[in-house]
């Protein structure tokens, strides 16, 4: 029946949280259904209303032939029959999950629940904290308990910034209910814009845990890159060489070392392992990884430092230019990105830091680390090439010879120049 009157306009979908993983989703649904775009922040939604996307990744042609109403209004939300919760989940600067924008959403859907409704969580968080911490804010401000009154899923979000190839229409859905009557329901929801179709999860509580040892595998492997970096460096071995080699092989992973930040990588293991130490038992290996991944940032500086007080005749003096300040290669994303660890070390150092990136704003940089982006200048001591940006690829020799001294270090830490430097020093993780 909720299905049915989705297709026929009878009832609408709401999608709470409109970042880059909500903008995409309630726009494709919109080609299809009736949808309402709701978001805390009046700025942001007067934004899509005018066809912009605040989080930079969508064209102003995605909002053409959409039937959606951007609000902040409760009393629209209130409309709405089936809504989407896809708000972030961080963690603090203690490593501990920060829920409160879950939590919130999931107050505000307690606000305008009605009988008949269905919720479904997008957010990554532990497994259990759909039913265990979402639903009794809901179930408190509603009345309505959950399955007799109203149905509950979890879908884990799959959104990959930057990806233009992996998008939410082609990347398989993973889904859940609370229920197996609201597993189907969901299932086809989602199936309408989910051209890759969609896998139904036995439970919410495994669909959480899929979403979170996806990222908590990649984070491990690159960690073990990390390591093998740090070891291949002692022995005069070039790392990306070494993988090139053993990427002969048809099982090997390819999988690179590197800054690991954004908001899932560097963030979603923690979720784990905090749950897994509420349940009595304290993680070791994916903790290892994470000690790893969080310390690559002071080992770049320390190893760019080391050349400077080698060859500068006085380090207080030095230029270092950092080339790159987004979490990953051509996004505009800057959360949780691990360059800004690079560059406070740096500045520790007393290092006069210039940093530079196509992509990033600079006012956004200012507000959350506390440094803008620069022009770039002349007479540096080093280059960091921190995130291979298209823009950068194109680079050669004779561009990082202007920029720097006879005696500075070209750092490129995804070894994009490997062969390229010849009249610089030259060093990659």
């Not at 949808?35 to 005018?50: L, P, Q, S, T």
């Not at 829920?99 to 629940?113: E, H, R």
């Amino acid at each position: 029946m909720m299905y049915q009157d989705l297709i026929d306009k009878k009832k609408t979908l709401a999608v709470i949280g409109l970042g880059y993983v909500g903008l995409p989703i309630a726009l494709e649904f919109a080609k299809k259904i009736k949808v309402i775009g709701f978001d805390i922040n009046a700025e942001r939604v007067e934004m899509m209303r005018n066809k912009i996307d605040p989080s930079q990744e969508l064209e102003s042609s995605a909002f053409d032939g959409c039937d959606i109403v951007f609000t902040n209004d409760l009393e629209v939300l209130k409309t709405a029959n089936f809504y989407i919760v896809a708000v972030p989940t961080p963690v603090d600067e203690h490593n501990v999950p920060d829920l409160k924008a879950l939590l919130g959403a999931s107050s505000t859907v307690g606000k305008v629940l009605k009988k008949g409704d269905y919720v479904v969580f997008e957010s990554t968080v532990y497994p259990g904290c759909t039913e265990e911490d979402c639903v009794p804010i809901m179930e408190k401000l509603s009345g309505l308990k959950m399955k007799s009154d109203y149905k509950v899923g979890y879908s884990p979000e799959r959104i990959n910034p930057g990806d233009k190839e992996h998008t939410i229409t082609s990347i398989t859905k993973v889904v859940s209910g609370c229920c197996s009557e609201s597993l189907d329901t969901i299932a086809k929801v989602y199936e309408l814009v989910v051209k890759a179709g969609v896998h139904k999860a036995s439970s919410i509580k495994v669909a959480e845990a899929a979403k979170i040892i996806e990222n908590t595998q990649r984070d491990l492997n690159i960690a073990l890159m990390n390591e093998l970096s740090i070891i291949f460096d002692k022995m005069n071995i070039n790392t990306f060489e070494v993988l090139e080699a053993a990427g002969t092989k048809w099982n090997f992973l390819k999988f690179q070392p590197g800054l690991v930040g954004g908001h899932c990588i560097g963030v979603d293991p923690y979720y784990l392992t905090y749950k897994s130490k509420e349940l009595g038992y304290d993680s070791q290996v994916i903790l290892a990884g994470r000690v790893i991944n969080d310390g690559m940032a002071g080992y770049v500086a320390k190893k760019v430092l080391q050349h400077i007080i080698q060859n500068a005749a006085n380090v207080k003096d030095a230029k270092v230019l950092v080339m790159g300040a987004t979490f990953k290669e051509n996004v505009s994303d800057i959360r949780n990105s691990k360059v800004a660890d690079v560059i406070k070390e740096l500045k520790s150092f007393s290092l006069n830091v210039d940093v530079v990136d196509p992509h990033a704003d600079s006012n956004e940089l200012q507000h959350e680390y506390g440094f803008g982006l620069t022009k770039i200048g002349k007479d540096y001591d080093a280059v960091i090439v921190t995130v291979p940006h298209n823009d950068y690829k194109k680079l050669d020799d004779a561009y990082f010879s202007a920029l720097t001294k006879s005696h500075a270090i070209v750092a490129d830490l995804k070894g994009i120049y490997r062969n390229k430097i010849s009249s610089r020093s030259y060093w990659s993780l």
